[in-house]
């Protein structure tokens, strides 16, 4: 047994910073048993446009139901491509699947796991400019902001620019992150966020929310969650029951609050790992452009043995996570498409030597560096 154990998330931690806050609200929301909708919900969801940057925020269930409501509030229709990345967690192409769309993949970049533009660019080349099948042509481009960062979206926009193709982005990691100075979920027509416990913005449960600048799209979303209706028991339009709980809400606007104070100590730390990592040349860190600020949701490396480093360091107490482990083109619920080894192999690559070490705004430096330490100790 190990004296020291260092978890790769501590979420009691952060509960704890903040129970108080919490109660108040739970108490409250008791006292006036409003449980859905009311100000709590409509608090939250201007205080988290406010902190997005976006004109509207519109709070969901979830945040595969972000992805899919925004989708649909977009326009797809029934067979549209629509582009993503295969190292990505599944809810992205589920709400694509789920919305009618049919999924394009694009391998990723190596040093960032982010969408590889250029491979972008051959895509859409191909399918516009060499193919007839009209049918092929990308409706939409979902790019993963994973781990915290933005793709490059000056790039992104411009060739979804030159053939209309909508952006939609998937920023279920990406609370508080910055390309060129804007916020996550700004810059495409529509944002889609997650506040899973474990994100950097969690709830006490499921939650989510799509930003976005278009009246029309929030709009819609607000009709869809809540049964298609605007007004009690008349249907515009089928819906679904997507809508946030108030009590999820009041909670998320407790800890929005703390949120840049969190999001700073995570990068505080991400600059240790950084400066005490850059001295082994047999780990690369996944890399952070000059003109980003990551939100650090994971602080990533890789490394040729990660399966034995990961090993190592559990012996030493420090738990690690795999992000992903599998990429979904490759995952058994997509073997009906016929993919295989190889057709994607930067993000099979990056599959095997991804290693996410411990990264939360509790961990404090002085755990980062037994991480460090633990890592350095490693025959490679
Ligand atoms: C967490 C996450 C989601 C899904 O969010 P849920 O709230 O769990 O539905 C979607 N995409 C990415 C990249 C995520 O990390």
Same mark, same amino acid.
């Given at each position: 047994m190990?004296?020291?154990?260092i978890?790769?998330?501590?979420? &009691?931690a952060?509960?704890k910073?903040?129970l108080?806050e919490?109660?108040e609200?739970?108490?409250?929301a008791?006292e ?11 608090n939250?969801?201007q205080s988290? #446009?406010e902190?997005?940057?976006s004109?509207y ?5 979830s945040g ?5 409501f #925004?989708?649909m509030a977009?326009g ?6 629509v582009?993503?990345v &295969? ?9 694509i699947?789920?919305a009618?769309?049919?999924i394009?993949?694009v *391998?990723?970049?190596e040093?960032t796991?982010?969408? *590889? ?5 051959d ?18 481009i979902v ?5 915290g960062?933005m793709?490059?979206?000056d790039?992104?926009?411009?060739l979804?620019?030159?053939?209309d193709i !909508?952006?939609?982005? *998937?920023?279920c990691?990406a609370h508080g992150a910055?390309?060129k100075g804007?916020?996550?979920?700004t810059?495409?027509?529509?944002g889609a966020?997650?506040?899973y416990?474990?994100k950097?913005?969690?709830a006490?449960g ?5 930003t976005?600048n278009n ?10 969650r ?7 028991y ?11 709980d ?5 909670c998320l606007s ?11 100590? !995570?990068?505080k730390?991400? !600059? ?17 452009? &000059?003109?980003?600020?990551s939100?650090?949701h994971?602080y990533?490396?890789h ?6 480093l990961q090993?190592h360091?559990k *012996?030493?107490?420090?738990?690690t996570?795999l992000h992903y482990p599998v &990429? ?8 009906s498409?016929?993919?295989k ?8 690559k990056l599959?095997?030597?991804l290693l996410?070490?411990p990264?939360?705004?509790e961990?404090?430096?002085e755990?980062? !560096?037994y991480v460090?330490?633990s890592?350095?100790?490693f025959?490679?």
């Amino acid at each position: 047994m190990n004296q020291v154990e260092i978890p790769f998330l501590d979420l &009691p931690a952060q509960q704890k910073s903040v129970l108080p806050e919490m109660m108040e609200v739970f108490k409250a929301a008791c006292e006036s048993a409003s449980f859905i909708g009311g100000p709590l919900v409509s608090n939250f969801e201007q205080s988290f #446009a406010e902190f997005s940057g976006s004109k509207y925020s519109v709070a969901v269930n979830s945040g595969t139901d972000a992805l899919r409501f #925004a989708l649909m509030a977009m326009g797809i229709n029934q067979g549209d491509h629509v582009v993503t990345v &295969p190292n990505t967690f599944v809810a992205t192409t589920e709400a694509i699947s789920q919305a009618g769309g049919k999924i394009s993949f694009v *391998d990723v970049e190596e040093s960032t796991s982010l969408m *590889d533009l250029n491979k972008l660019e051959d895509l859409l080349n191909e399918r516009f400019e060499k193919s007839t099948n009209k049918t092929l042509r990308p409706k939409f481009i979902v790019p993963v902001h994973l781990y915290g960062q933005m793709t490059d979206m000056d790039g992104l926009m411009q060739l979804a620019g030159k053939y209309d193709i !909508r952006v939609l982005e *998937d920023a279920c990691q990406a609370h508080g992150a910055k390309y060129k100075g804007k916020g996550a979920g700004t810059i495409g027509e529509a944002g889609a966020f997650s506040f899973y416990p474990g994100k950097n913005l969690g709830a006490l449960g499921e939650a989510g929310a799509v930003t976005t600048n278009n009246s029309k799209i929030a709009d819609y979303i607000k009709v869809i969650r809540d049964h298609g209706q605007r007004k009690k028991y008349y249907h515009e339009i089928e819906g679904y029951n997507g809508r946030l709980d108030a009590i999820q809400a009041g909670c998320l606007s407790v800890k929005l609050k703390h949120l840049k104070k969190w999001n700073e100590e !995570r990068q505080k730390l991400a !600059r240790v790992y950084d400066t005490e990592l850059s001295q082994l040349p047999w780990i690369k860190k996944a890399e952070v452009l &000059p003109h980003n600020i990551s939100s650090y949701h994971l602080y990533v490396i890789h490394c040729q043995n990660r399966d034995g480093l990961q090993k190592h360091l559990k *012996d030493k107490g420090v738990h690690t996570g795999l992000h992903y482990p599998v &990429p979904l083109h490759l995952q058994q619920c997509y073997s009906s498409f016929g993919y295989k080894t190889g057709d994607f192999p930067v993000s099979e690559k990056l599959s095997q030597r991804l290693l996410s070490l411990p990264m939360f705004p509790e961990l404090g430096e002085e755990r980062v !560096r037994y991480v460090v330490e633990s890592i350095k100790s490693f025959q490679s």
